[in-house]
């Protein structure tokens, strides 16, 4: 698990965790699940782009203006409201035509229905933005520095097999045995929509 994915499901342990599957209609244990699976998919969006110098430096500027960590210190906020996260906004940028494929990927491997999914992800989107953002300021990470960061972060997704294969599969959608064009595709208009 990289550090992203641990720095949310610990913010999500117990009560919050509750309140997503209240919200959401699961059971906590789906909720949770859902979220090791959706952290990993948003996070790895995200590093595709930033591979690219535009993209690293669109993906510094969002997150230095609107997303600086805060949202993780009032959880129980956020979790009350989370639209005022606009999560459909960033799954829109970081996954595009292929969000209602990778929501329903979610659902089956979950066993949450679509809708339940694609709201899970609109609650985790502003999160892992959130997780990023406060790593950012934290280490005072450039764009360069940044893009780095979520490789890395990537790198240790694809060391966890059981996570990584599952979201391998929910990306690859061509099916062709590789994820970087699927990615490339989802997650080259980020920020420039």
Do not use: C, W
């Amino acid at each position: 698990m990289n550090a992203i994915t641990q720095m949310i499901t610990q913010q999500l342990a117990g009560s919050a965790g509750r309140q997503i599957a209240t919200r959401l209609g699961v059971s906590e244990s789906t909720a949770n699940m859902a979220v090791q699976v959706a952290v990993p998919l948003v996070v790895a969006a995200l590093a595709r782009n930033a591979a690219k110098p535009e993209g690293s430096e669109q993906l510094h500027q969002a997150i230095a203006q609107d997303h600086d960590g805060s949202i993780l210190d009032n959880l129980s906020g956020y979790l009350q409201n989370p639209q005022q996260g606009n999560g459909a906004g960033i799954l829109g940028h970081v996954l595009g035509d292929q969000r209602a494929s990778v929501e329903n990927n979610v659902a089956q491997a979950t066993g949450m229905d679509q809708n339940s999914a694609g709201s899970l992800m609109e609650i985790v989107a502003p999160l892992v933005m959130g997780a990023i953002g406060k790593t950012q300021q934290q280490n005072g990470l450039d764009p360069s520095g940044l893009a780095g960061y979520l490789g890395r972060q990537q790198r240790e997704q694809a060391a966890a097999p059981g996570i990584m294969g599952m979201v391998s599969s929910m990306l690859d959608s061509n099916q062709d045995g590789s994820v970087t064009d699927d990615l490339a595709r989802m997650a080259g208009g980020l920020f420039n929509k």
